[in-house]
Nanobody
Framework: QVQLVESGGGLVQTGGSLRLSCTATGGIFSINRMSWYRQAPGKQRELVALITSGGSANYADSVKGRFTISTDNAKNTVALEMNSLKPEDTAVYYC????????????????WGRGTQVTVSP
C-alpha cells in the first residue's frame, strides 16, 4: 500500500514559522490530490489545505494568507509552509493523499500519514 512519511513538526513561539513535508512511497500510483488536516485535543479533524494534481489550492479560512501548500510531483511530496503561527494552530497535522494505485482490483485509495505535532507557545 501507499505509505506517507511526514516531517517538520515541532515547537515554535507565536509568530514563528514551520515547514511540514510529506512524501508518498510504495507501489505504482498516480496522485490526484494531496492535503493537510489537523486535529487538536477534543476537537474534530479539520481540513487545513489541499492541492490538486492540476495545481489548484484551497485553504481553510483560519489559515488563509499565512499557510502555503505546494507539491513536488517528481518526488511525490507535499509541503505546508506555515507562517505567523498562533497558539490556536497547535494540533497534530496529518498528510492525506488521494489517488490511484495500479495493479489493484479497487485502485482508488486514500492514505493518511501518522501525524506530526505542531505546538505554538503563547
Amino acid at each position: 500500500q501507499v505509505q506517507l512519511v511526514e516531517s517538520g513538526g515541532g515547537l515554535v513561539q507565536t509568530g514563528g514559522s514551520l515547514r511540514l513535508s510529506c512524501t508518498a512511497t510504495g507501489g505504482i500510483f498516480s496522485i490526484n490530490r494531496m492535503s493537510w488536516y489537523r486535529q487538536a485535543p477534543g476537537k474534530q479533524r479539520e481540513l487545513v489545505a489541499l492541492i490538486t494534481s492540476g495545481g489548484s489550492a484551497n485553504y481553510a479560512d483560519s489559515v488563509k494568507g499565512r499557510f502555503t501548500i505546494s507539491t513536488d510531483n517528481a518526488k511525490n511530496t507535499v509541503a505546508l509552509e506555515m507562517n505567523s503561527l498562533k497558539p490556536e494552530d497547535t494540533a497534530v497535522y496529518y498528510c492525506r493523499v488521494d489517488g490511484v494505485e495500479y495493479g489493484l482490483l479497487v485502485p482508488a485509495f486514500s492514505s493518511w500519514g501518522r501525524g506530526t505535532q505542531v505546538t505554538v507557545s503563547p
